[in-house]
């Protein structure tokens, strides 16, 4: 019988485990080492964002115009104009340092008490953090040496610093903590040493290897660095996965008495197969973030895709290799009472505690736990119908106390639009008599607009370009802010600028956030619909089967609305936050629904393709569906309870960082992935398949057409001792699954007889369902 891709590829490893494994490691060395060398190339002011932002910073690009990085610093006295011999003298010391242009002299707030020093950093705005600290040095020295003033510094430099330290002390603390939490928890699945560092080391090569390939990448499609952060935790997650899926089958085979060469092919035949269906969903679903219309979720939607494929690659590849050569090595390092309880486990399934506990009566009374198992779901989604989503400002983002938001609030409040004003880009002839009158009449429609501050005008002449800096009302950030751009977009610049120039677009940070949640907003929609589409159809195809396809996509949709509505509550209301240690913000990462839509469609499809493939390999084999239902759950409620906790430990590692979006990904994401391993598929997904009943394989005679994929294992010698939940005359499974002997089914009665071709079933027999039902043997499945 031809072999599926998977049990080829296993196949191939154990044949050839030298060229497998020193094939694996030559490939993430020298990717790792050609990917460091070109070095990772950053998204431009231009691309990363949309709207009329991101085409005011092409006007300057393409001008050769760059803005500098800006700072300011503030000092404050008791007394009014206390500050002033402290400032005129920090001002004078920050010029000599050499780094900056353009030191003005410092401007006195209204209440006399304020002191504001505006300058520029020289050179690249990009790169003005590595050169601010000689500034930032003084400031504080000034700070330390004048207690009785207040000295409050913000700029794009500073601040640029301040987070490129913050950044790499989370990402330390996620990496030195999330490792050794998935390294515990495979002990405690596996109980053995060996067995438990495999799938991590994988994991951590996939990733290693991903690094490079997206250094390579950046050079045709330039990223964020934080796409780094975002490919290690589902390069993490989705590695342990597949490799634990893999070698726990191989693991449940051995202990029913297969011989280590069996074993690995059964588990390459049916697991393998998983992980490849598994992998190429997941990487379907990130491809729905190419249609986001931005270009950061593009270059999300490469590294997530990239990472799944190495993985993927590597679980059905170098982990069979090195299966096949540790052999019972596998089992070193065996910690003696997680050991023996593993054993127990993979040999008797069927006997796993509180799965075994649950499932029956689930399956037994599906109506009753569908609907309790539901209400849980839309009761936690409730709170999301009220989300509200915004670009989280520097004081939302890294908290009230942080240095940096402190600095930034002070000097907002004091002076205000003075760190972070709109900046009106206009392509003109800024000679002409027209465009100097326009801008006259622009500066005197903005004074009396009362929302602006002291407008500023540089021109260039020679490019035809002129920037124009309107400082807004309020904090940069908050409502009146956005009413200010919004009048400055709608009102000033249509009624003075229009007739005199040939383009004029607003830029700004604030002017970019709203640019960039607006076109979220419109681009959510078509990333939806994609993934909605293509998981149907792959779902489709791979079981053969409407209603199971149907119902992937509802159980995936009340896990994402479950996750929004416990993100929303914590972090929008502030239920719990202060318990959880986080602080509530009154809105949602703008990003953030976009991305755990995805995510979560991605890699809840791991859990869903493995308990539904188990459940159709026993159905397969001749089991009743109630009865395939409960042996499939049984099988996989360790490889998913394992998976889920690895995968939880690392999400809520980053719910644990200091930035907020972190923390609503974190929260999000192990919420969901709680619910969705736990809640989902073993209470919701086997009561609603026991309620649909033989229906769940209904496919239309029109689609008969679809491939047909095997779900159980490749034609095996029998097993060196019965297998633990067969009576021990059970003949070996034929070919398809076939019946033999003597099984006993879910509920009461038995048949017996031997099946006469791939996927009948037995010849004769009779036997009773769950609640009573009479069935005959002999009939072709569909």
Known sequence: MKQNLAARLGGWSTRHRKTAIFGWLLFVVLLAVVGGASGMVEMTNSEDGAGDSVKAEKILEDAGLTTPASEMVMVRSAEPDGWRAVADQLAADIEKTGEVDDVKDPVRSDSGREGLIGFDMKGDADTAGDRVDPVMDLVDKAARSHKELEVYQFGEASSATWL????????????????????????????????????????????????????????????????????????????????????????????????????????????????????????????????????????????????????????????????????????????????????????????????????????????????????????????????????????????????????????????????????????????????????????????????????????????????????????????????????????VIPGTLADATEQAYVTGDLAGSVDFNEQLKTGIVPVFLFIIVMTFVLMLVCFRSVPIALVSIVLNLLSVAAAYGVMVAVFQHGWGAGALGMESVGAIESWMPLFVLVILFGLSMDYHVFVVSRIREAHDRGRSTRAAIVEGVQATAGSISGAAAIMVAVFAVFAMLSMQDMQQMGVGLAVAVLLDATLVRMVLLPSVMALLGEKNWYLPRWLGWLPHFSHGEEPVEPATRPLAHQPAMAAAPGPYGQRAGHDQDFGQGHHSGYGAGPGQRPGSGHGYGGHGRPYEGGGRRP
Request: charged share 20%.
């Open 164 to 491: 490129d330290t913050v950044l790499g002390e989370d990402m330390k603390k996620a990496e030195f903590t999330a490792v050794p939490l998935a390294l515990g928890i495979l002990f405690v699945v596996f109980g053995a040493a060996v067995a438990a560092l495999l799938p991590v080391i994988l994991a951590l090569t996939a990733c290693v290897a991903t690094f490079g390939v997206l250094a390579l990448v950046s050079h045709q499609m330039h990223l964020t660095p934080t796409i780094n952060s975002v490919m290690f935790l589902v390069g993490l997650a989705v590695g342990v996965d597949y490799c634990l899926f893999y070698l726990r089958r191989e693991r449940d085979e051995r202990a029913a008495g297969r011989d280590a060469e069996t074993a690995l092919r059964i588990a390459a035949a049916t697991s393998g197969r998983t992980v490849l269906v598994s992998g190429f969903t997941v990487m379907v679903a990130m491809a729905g973030m190419f249609f986001s219309g931005l270009l950061l979720f593009k270059g999300f939607a490469v590294a997530t895709i990239v990472v799944v494929f190495i993985a993927m690659l590597g679980s059905v590849t170098v982990l069979p290799a090195m299966l096949s050569w540790l052999g019972d090595r596998v089992n070193k390092g065996r910690l003696p009472f997680l050991g023996r309880r593993a054993e127990r486990r993979a040999a008797r399934p069927e006997k796993a505690g509180l799965v075994t506990a649950l499932i029956k009566p689930v399956v037994a009374r599906p109506k009753v736990f569908a609907v309790l198992s539901a209400v849980v779901l839309v009761a936690l989604g409730a709170p999301a119908v009220g989300m509200k989503t915004e670009q989280l400002g520097l004081e939302k983002q890294f908290g009230k106390d942080a240095g940096i938001a402190v600095a930034f609030r002070e000097i907002t409040d004091t002076f205000p639009g003075g760190p972070s004003p709109a900046q009106v880009v206009v392509e003109a002839d800024v000679t002409a008599p027209g465009f100097v009158n326009a801008v006259a009449d622009f500066r005197k429609k903005a004074a009396a607009s009362g929302e602006f501050g002291t407008v500023e005008v540089v021109t260039h002449p020679e490019k035809g370009v002129a920037e124009i800096d309107v400082p807004l009302a309020g904090n940069g950030s908050d409502e009146t802010s956005k009413h200010a751009l919004t009048t400055l977009r709608e009102d």
